[in-house]
């Protein structure tokens, strides 16, 4: 009976280690948590163009206020200046760099933008890819493409550590 008893626990151990062993564990670690204090804040942003498939549609140069916010989870870049606010994707971070992606979906365009930025202290330098693809009737009409060289200066939005003198 002891040998039976044995038997049968074996193989439900195994079975419930198997069954264990195969489950998939889902979830969304969010990497906006990852994203250093000091990028939020305003910047006065300066953008040279550097490739473009569109220089007619493209600025070859240009002057933005950027204003970088976190509630949670949802970072948030508004430009005072233009009125434009939306809710940005944090893709990858590695020390103080930070790559975000905005994604804006109309009925016949779909834009993605993606700034790569390095923080040096109060400034900070990166690239800024913007692909917009235009469709009619549900097919790829043509798709643009621009890159800037990016610079930002900090204008307010001191990190902690300034705040508290660490």
């Keep these: 009976m002891k040998k039976i008893f044995l038997l049968i626990f074996s ?9 264990s062993a195969q ?18 804040g305003d910047w006065k942003v300066h953008a040279v163009c550097t490739k473009s498939t569109n220089k007619e549609y493209f600025d070859s140069t240009s002057m933005d206020i ?4 976190r509630r949670g989870d949802v970072i ?5 200046l233009s009125g ?23 009925p016949d365009e779909v834009s993605v933008e993606t700034p790569i930025l ?5 400034n900070f330098t990166g690239v800024d890819k913007i692909s917009i693809k235009t469709y009619k009737d549900g ?13 930002g200066t900090k204008i307010s939005g001191a990190p902690i550590s300034g705040i508290l003198g660490w």
């Excluded at 971070?93 to 994604?103: A, I, L, N, P, S």
């Excluded at 390095?118 to 109060?122: N, W």
């Excluded at 097919?139 to 610079?151: A, F, H, P, R, S």
């Design 139 to 151: 097919k790829l009409l043509k798709e643009d493409y621009v890159e800037y060289q990016v610079k």
């Design 118 to 122: 390095t923080l040096q202290g109060d």
């Design 76 to 80: 948030t870049l508004m430009n005072p």
């Design 66 to 69: 950027w204003t970088l916010t």
């Design 23 to 40: 489950m998939v564990i889902e979830g969304n670690i969010s990497m906006s948590d990852k994203v250093p204090q000091e990028f939020f």
């Design 11 to 19: 193989v439900v151990c195994i079975c419930i280690t198997s069954a």
């Design 84 to 106: 434009a606010r939306a809710d940005i994707t944090v893709n990858d971070v590695k020390g103080k760099t930070v790559k975000f992606e905005k994604k804006t979906v109309y």
